[in-house]
């Protein structure tokens, strides 16, 4: 008996130190990747990871490979088993965006994003998410966004007014704020009301049971959460199951306070929608859940392509995550940089003044429907804030950067010589080889950043170039403005129109009111999932980015008591 257990136990050994062996010092000679130059791996569980993933750092990093390495860099992952290829050539990128069967997310990001949010249509792959986005994409359609711009002016209102509440409290007609978070707060009551028809009414008073367990998930658990915390839930999900931490915990029950108050929207939505056919009145509903439950129950969608309740459930938590964060970072980023830039905040005002008419009431959700509409019409048509808006998003994209992993062997185009790694330059290559497995590291701020195609400014904030785009940035894909930010291909972001309307109405109501100058403490950017403002050294307080904002007081005009 002891004889076979000390068998087994050895047999054990011998099959998990083979596999270490296997993975640590010999898989890496058989990816074909091998053959492509990049940076050294100066010990055994070294890696790139933090060079290019900070954005402190990455702008100069990937100059750095370019000119060292090529368009087409070999990195080092986690470990010795994990080479993957960091592609800083556009045809390359557009390649592997737009096949996205082939390359797709990896299932280790969908495992983490899973784990907070469900399966819903930002870690669905193939056929589910398939139907998922074709399921959704009537919600996103022109005429349902346009239907969103009242209430994004009510909630900009609602924002407006709590900060000159704060004023009024000073002694001083200054306050400091911490804008990211506020904004964060504003976008959430945004993405609740349009997406689902929910008051979290969070600007008012952050007591909503829902908002916080969303808050807590994402701010405690993303926004601090260490590297090698994010890696061990990823690969050893079960023994946070048998042995769970104070993340796991906290992830556990707010999830419960998800899965039941989303699985009563669901209900109630339904109730309403069949009553309404019960009746022959219609439910006329405009939020993103009853075009969902609509489109889902549409006659021309064969059974087999609906989607059920629970992956319902799994894309309201997604349109919470990927809704609300990245548009409150955009608006926040913006405000940032014109405090940093305050003759552009001034440009920028000047503009915006131009289409408020000088009889608009100061709360501009008073304004009709009609009027509402027109004013939007003309504020999205400003040919500066729209400069302001797509510099910004080129400068600082809220997602660094993206991850897809190779689900066959394949040739991945491209555009400039490859670099090997024994020194030599393929100047005629027409493809990268590629195996099964491979990572394939997108950089979306690289993309944006580069100095070959935006010229040698190309890492400041100058809104003046987009009226004498040179030629190359011209031609870039991309779904917006040549850039990255929103992706691009069939995983891009669907809600691209919903987010542009936040972020110019925001600054028109924000721009026109208050004047914003940088706080006293220094800001930086730290990418957690986002790239989100920090106070320098100050990262266990959680994101945050305090500004200084002022009333502004227009000539002739008396401030409001
Ligand atoms: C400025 C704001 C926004 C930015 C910069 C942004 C950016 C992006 C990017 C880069 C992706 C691709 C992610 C990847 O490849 O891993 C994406 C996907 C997505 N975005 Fe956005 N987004 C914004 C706002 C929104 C809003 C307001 C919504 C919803 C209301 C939304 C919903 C989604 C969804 C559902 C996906 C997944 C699409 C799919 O995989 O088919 N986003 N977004």
Known sequence: MKMALFQAILAFVVIFASFALYYLFIIKYFNPLRHIAGPPVRTLFANHLSAVLDPKRTPAVHKHLVEKY????????????????????????????????????????????????????????????????????????????????????????????????????????????????????????????????????????????????????????????????????????????????????????CQAVIRREAGNMITEKKRKIAEGNETGKAYQGKDILTQLLTSNAAIDIPIEQRIDDEEMLHNINTFMFAGSDTTSLTVSWILYLLTENPEMQEHLRAELFTVLPPTAPTNLSELTEEETQSLYAEVSELPYLHNVMREALRLIPPLHSTLRVATKDDEIPVSYPVHRSDGSVDESAQSIHIAKGTFVHVSVEAFNLDQDVWGEDAWSFNPDRWDNLPEKAREQPGLFSNILSFSAGPRSCIGIRFALIEVKTFLFVLLTNFVFQSGLDPIEKINVVLTRPFVKKQFSKGSQMPLIVKRFVRMGQVPEI
């Open 70 to 253: 090529g368009r087409s860099v070999r990195i080092r992952g986690v470990g010795p088993w994990d080479d993957r290829l960091l592609t800083l050539d556009t045809v390359s990128l557009n390649y592997v965006l737009k096949n996205s069967t082939l390359y797709e997310k990896p299932w280790q990001s969908r495992r983490l994003i899973t784990s907070l949010i469900g399966c819903g249509m930002l870690s669905a792959e193939g056929q589910m998410h398939k139907r998922q986005r074709r399921i959704a994409t009537p919600a996103f359609s022109n005429q349902n966004m346009r239907a969103l711009i009242p209430l994004v002016f009510q909630k900009g209102d609602q924002l407006k007014n709590r900060w000159m509440d704060i004023m009024n409290a000073g002694t001083t007609e200054a306050a400091t704020v911490d804008v990211c978070q506020w904004m964060s707060r504003a976008t959430f009551d945004i993405i609740g009301l349009a997406g689902f028809d929910y008051n979290f009414n969070s600007i008012q008073d952050e007591s909503n049971e829902l908002f916080l367990a969303y808050k807590e998930m994402f701010d405690k658990v993303i926004g601090k959460s260490t590297f090698w915390g994010t890696l061990a839930s990823v690969y050893l999900p079960t023994l946070f199951k048998i042995i769970p931490n104070q993340r796991s915990r906290t992830i556990e029950r």
